[in-house]
């Protein structure tokens, strides 16, 4: 009796060990995606910022991009209706190929989710296509160029996402809301006609690192 006693209780010591280690576990993963995501917010505002780009811009798209649970995420990567979330660029980078080493075909990724197989060859190597700063600071300037080409943001909008017909409008809509709740300045650069009781996901710490940005500018929304 005596010795099922104590290994009840070593059973029971050993479950809540286990339990104590489960629980750190996902607190440590969720805090190295926490510090992921903001280190992408952070080369989005930056981005917008040196690109002049209408403030929340960026991140209103980046949202929609690779958006999860209102912040967006850096190592998204993206095949069909499958996402997947790597927790850092060197684990994303060895997801771009299979075992054979071919880069995977229809992929999207990170932050912005860029077309691996049309913006892939603008990365040198193509595994830098992963880092959040390369992938942001590229994603700028092609919008940018894009908008220079098309003559308004709304119109870079539809080549960024390679939209047509109803889908188009759909995307600077869902883009519209975004931007709508982060700075209503921006949001009026979009030429659009959206439904306006349709909800967003934007977490908290979204919001906050674009007001903060806002606070540090002079002009809030300043850039055409």
């Known amino acids: 009796m005596i010795t099922i006693e104590r290994q009840e209780r070593k059973l029971g010591l050993n479950g809540l060990i286990a339990a104590c280690g489960l629980v750190i576990a996902i607190s440590l ?9 903001e280190t992408c917010l952070d080369h989005l505002i930056q981005a917008e910022n040196q690109n002049k780009i209408p403030r929340g811009l960026l991140v209103a798209i980046a949202l929609i991009e690779s958006g999860r649970n209102g912040v967006p995420q850096p190592h998204a990567l993206s095949q ?34 860029l077309s691996l197989y049309h913006h892939g060859k603008h990365f040198q190597p193509v595994e830098k296509i992963v880092d959040p700063a390369a992938n942001v600071t590229y994603a700028a300037r092609y919008l940018k ?73 002079a002009n809030p929304g300043q850039f055409d």
């Open 29 to 37: 993963l969720s805090s190295v995606q926490a510090r992921a995501a």
């Open 80 to 113: 069909g209706s499958h996402t997947t979330y790597a927790n850092s660029s060197r684990v994303a980078a060895k997801m771009l190929r299979d075992r054979k080493g071919k880069l995977q075909p229809n992929m999207y990724v990170g932050c912005m989710q």
């Open 145 to 217: 160029r894009l908008r220079a080409e098309r003559g308004g943001w709304s119109e870079a909008l539809v080549a960024y996402a390679g939209a047509t017909g109803e889908r188009s409008h759909e995307y600077v809509c869902k883009v519209w809301r975004n931007l709508n709740e982060l700075d209503t300045t921006s949001a009026r650069k979009l030429h659009s006609n959206c439904d306006r009781s349709r909800s967003t996901q934007i977490a908290m710490r979204t919001r906050r690192a674009v007001q903060q940005a806002q606070v540090a500018s």
